[in-house]
């Protein structure tokens, strides 16, 4: 028996990384679960780990991504308990004076359509059926949802923000819906650059990362569970 048995989860960022890594894990503890990336890798995993993962190639940063996602758990399993927003992508901790202003605006829209309106698109996506499920939405934020130098100032202000939409989710859904945040550290994976700044797909979060952490390296094996902190589990107000 698992902690996770008869669960339904529709996962976001599921094909590489710390959601390739955790997605693994559910499926072990007896989850099943709607794998959705915009990369081809989510196949892959949805191939290695069998009938308990159903992949979604999509764009969550689109409405039509999430209820996609959402409608494949719904017409396969008949129900969602657990959404969990994980895509995301970085700015390569890229300072604002190396950042042009005509840059700005597109990288902006770029990394805030993933970071955070796309959690938002997925919450809304699965919304009716997490209430009936009295279910769980998990969104991960980062070291930089409440520190400077986890990244540059977009993707700090995106993952702060995303710190706020779990607080405003918790208030906004409880008792029906619990909502809690994840943020990691760091972890050894290829987290992708924003493209109008002309970062490639294959920049490593471990890029220069090293060099600000105390002891100038980090962990080189993905741990199974790599979060550092958890915060709010929604208040249990009567509705
Ligand atoms: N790696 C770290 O050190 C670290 C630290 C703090 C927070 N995080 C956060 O953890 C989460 C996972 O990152 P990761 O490090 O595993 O990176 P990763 O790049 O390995 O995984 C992220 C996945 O999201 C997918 N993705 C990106 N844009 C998408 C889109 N528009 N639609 C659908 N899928 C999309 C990517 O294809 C990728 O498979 C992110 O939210 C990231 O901000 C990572």
Request: hydrophobic residues 45%; glycine residues 12%.
């Amino acid at each position: 028996m698992g902690a996770l048995d008869n669960q339904i989860v529709v996962f976001t960022g599921a094909g590489a990384g710390i959601g390739r890594s955790v997605v693994t894990r559910f499926v072990a503890e007896g989850a099943r679960v709607v794998a959705v990336d915009i990369s081809e890798g989510v196949v892959d995993v949805a191939a290695e780990l069998g009938d308990a993962v159903v992949p979604v190639v999509a764009n969550v940063a689109t409405w039509s991504g999430n209820t996609t996602a959402a409608q494949t758990a719904l017409d396969t399993w008949g129900k969602i308990d657990v959404f969990v927003g994980n895509a995301g992508i970085t700015d390569g901790a890229r300072g604002l004076e190396d950042i042009t202003g005509e840059q700005l605006p597109k990288a902006f829209d770029e990394l805030f359509g993933v970071n955070v309106l796309a959690p938002m698109l997925g919450v809304r996506a699965c919304l009716d059926a997490l209430v009936a499920s009295r279910g769980s939405v998990i969104l991960t934020g980062s070291f930089a949802s409440t520190n400077a130098a986890g990244g540059g100032s977009l993707y700090t202000a995106s993952k702060h923000a995303v710190h706020g939409l779990i607080r405003q989710f918790a208030y906004e859904f409880a008792p029906d819906v619990r909502v809690n945040g994840v943020a990691p550290g760091v972890a050894p994976t290829r987290l992708r650059g924003t493209e109008s700044l002309d970062q490639a797909i294959t920049d490593s979060v471990l890029d220069g990362t090293d060099r600000a952490l105390p002891t100038k390296r980090s962990r080189r094996s993905l741990p199974t569970t790599v979060y550092s902190r958890c915060w709010h589990r929604a208040p249990s107000r009567p509705r």
